[in-house]
Structure formats: C-alpha cells, structure tokens
C-alpha cells in the first residue's frame, strides 16, 4: 500500500489561506468518505483535525476545513495564525483492509 | 478522559523482538465501537500505520509488516501489545499508540487520541 501523496511544504502570511492535497486512488480516497486530517507539531503526537473529510472534532477551530473530490482529499486553513505552523497528514482507510497516510506536509507561516 | 500511555524496550538489538505495551485509562479496551492501533514515525519521517485490533478478534496488520508483526491485548489489564519480530535500524521509530474509531463492516477510521509515543532505536 503506497503512502497518499501530498506536497512537502505550503506557506502563507498570517491572516491568508492555504490548501494541502492529498492524492490516493480509487481504492483509498476515492472509495470511502474515511479520510482524516491530523496536526503534528514537533515532539509532539499527532492531533485529529478533520474526519470524514469535512467534520472537525469538538475543540478544533472552524479554521481548518476538508474536503474530497474523485481521488483527492484537501485541508483548508482560513485566517492563518502562528500556532498553525506544524506538520500536516492525511489518511485514509483502504479497500485492502488496511489504513494509510500521506507523506506529510510542512505548512510554515511566513 | 481518554488516556494512553506506551512503554517498553527504548532499545532493541537487530534481529531480536522489540515489544511495546500500551496502557489505556478512562475507558475499555472492549469498547465495540473502537479499534486500537499501532503507528510508527521514523526520525524526521512520515506516519505509517502498523496495525489495528478489535475486541472482537478482528486484526489488521500492514501487509509490509505482517510476516514479523503480533499484535494483542490483555483485557484484565486494559493493556494493547506490540510485538515486532527480526527488527533491523529501520524499525527506528517513535511508535504510537491510538484509539481508532470503528465504523462496521470491518472498517476502520479517524485515531484519537494519540499516546505519547516511544522512541526504538534498533542498535548493536
């Protein structure tokens, strides 16, 4: 099972927007709605950001929004702050019965 | 609230068994509506999921490391367990465990919350 492909680094300014993809196939992204979206600051463990590509957790800002076409899920982050500069993944459930992630993106806050 | 914690060998010799356990507070390892998962980050590397387990007696391993990978729970103990056979340096890796959400039909979703995580290094 090859990882979801995503760019390796997204930047903008405080206050701009930007938008992570996150490329699978029709086997994983493109199969089911069981695409999630998780934060990474260094040190620490992932946190749940988006499930089912476009709820977010209780606690989670309506900054951050997802959202999937054909094989290709994205993350939208609105108002950018500070505190959003973190590593970003993906994930998806798998036809295979299995569970995969992306490669992960580094979004820096200019 | 929801806790969990992994603990074990912080460093394994190659070709030798790394084990983990992970500890679960606050709630039951039984839950029917919940798998529990292992992931793994190599140092300045992406996620990769390991595997899942279901109460049921469901589990799902990595097809890229099922040949050398158990994973089970102890229910008196609320304990999930990871063992990783013949590893060699790029089993290296903070390892995580999670809650992952069931959503029937033997499929998996979202994991929250994240354990701590452990750094194994694989070293002579």
């Known amino acids: 099972q090859s990882a979801l492909t995503q760019p390796a680094s997204v930047s903008g300014s405080p206050g701009q927007s930007i938008t992570i993809s996150c490329t699978g196939t029709?086997?994983?992204?493109?199969?089911?709605?069981?695409v999630s979206w998780y934060q990474q600051h260094p040190g620490k463990a992932p946190k749940l950001m988006i499930y089912?590509?476009?709820n977010r957790p209780s606690g989670v800002s309506n900054r951050f929004s997802g959202s999937k076409s054909g094989n290709t899920a994205s993350l939208t982050i609105s108002g950018l702050q500070a505190e959003d500069e973190a590593d970003y993944y993906c994930?998806?459930?798998?036809?295979?019965?299995?569970?995969?992630f992306g490669t992960g993106t580094k979004v820096t806050v200019l | 609230q929801l806790q969990l914690q992994e603990s074990g060998s912080g460093l394994v010799k190659p070709s030798e068994t790394l084990s983990l356990t992970c500890t679960i507070s606050?709630?039951?390892?039984?839950?029917?509506?919940?798998?529990w998962g292992w992931i793994r980050q190599p140092p300045g590397k992406g996620l990769e999921w390991i595997g899942s387990?279901?109460?049921?007696?469901?589990?799902y391993y990595s097809p890229s490391l099922k040949s050398r990978l158990t994973i089970s729970v102890d229910t008196s103990k609320n304990q999930l367990s990871l063992r990783l056979r013949s590893v060699t340096a790029a089993d290296t890796a903070v390892y995580y465990c999670?809650?992952?959400?069931?959503?029937?039909?033997?499929?998996?979703?979202?994991?929250?919350?994240w354990g701590q995580g452990t750094l194994v290094t694989v070293s002579s």
């Open positions: 999670a809650r992952q959400r069931n959503v029937g039909w033997g499929r998996m979703d979202w994991f929250d919350p």
């Open positions: 089912g590509v476009n």
């Open positions: 994930s998806s459930y798998t036809s295979s019965a299995s569970y995969v």
């Open positions: 029709s086997s994983d992204v493109g199969a089911y709605h069981y």
């Open positions: 387990f279901y109460y049921r007696g469901s589990t």
């Open positions: 606050g709630g039951s390892i039984s839950s029917l509506d919940y798998y």
